[in-house]
C-alpha cells in the first residue's frame, strides 16, 4: 500500500524554524516526483514547493512568497523528502501536506492535479 505520512509540524514563534519530513512506505520515492503544498484556515491549498525525481539535474521549484526561506531535498536511503522552513511568518501557518507522482523526467510542478499520492498533513502554526 502506497502511503505518504508528514512529520515535524509544530508551534513556532515568528524568525523560527522547522523541518518537514514526508516519509513514503509501499513505494520507492527516488522515482516520483515530490510537491508539498499548504493550506491555510479559509483559504484554498496552495503549492508550496516541489522536486523531480532523483537524477542529475532535477527539478526544484518554489513559491513565490517561500523562495530564499524554504529547501526541499531528498534523502533516497530514508526513502524521505523534506523541508527546511526557515524564517517563518505568520502567513505561513496551515496545514502542509506532500505528494507524490510517478514520474522519471526529473521534472516537478506545484499543481495539485499533477499528483497521485498525499499525505494527512502536519499543521504549522506560526506565532507569538
Known amino acids: 500500500q502506497l502511503q505518504l505520512v508528514e512529520s515535524g509540524g509544530g508551534l513556532v514563534q515568528p524568525g523560527g524554524s522547522l523541518r518537514l519530513s514526508c516519509a513514503a512506505s509501499?513505494?520507492?520515492?527516488?522515482?516520483?516526483?515530490i510537491g508539498w503544498f499548504r493550506q491555510a484556515p479559509g483559504k484554498e491549498r496552495e503549492g508550496v514547493s516541489c522536486i523531480g525525481s532523483s537524477g542529475s539535474g532535477a527539478s526544484i521549484n518554489y513559491a513565490d512568497s517561500v523562495l530564499g526561506r524554504f529547501t526541499i531535498s531528498r534523502d533516497n536511503a530514508k526513502n524521505t523528502v523534506y523541508l527546511q522552513m526557515n524564517s517563518l511568518k505568520p502567513e505561513d501557518t496551515g496545514v502542509y501536506y506532500c505528494?507524490?507522482?510517478?514520474?522519471?523526467?526529473?521534472?516537478?510542478?506545484?499543481?495539485?492535479?499533477?499528483?497521485?499520492?498525499w499525505g494527512q498533513g502536519t499543521q504549522v502554526t506560526v506565532s507569538s
Open positions: 509501499g513505494f520507492t520515492l527516488a522515482y516520483y516526483a
Open positions: 505528494a507524490a507522482v510517478y514520474r522519471l523526467n526529473r521534472l516537478c510542478s506545484t499543481v495539485q492535479a499533477d499528483y497521485a499520492y
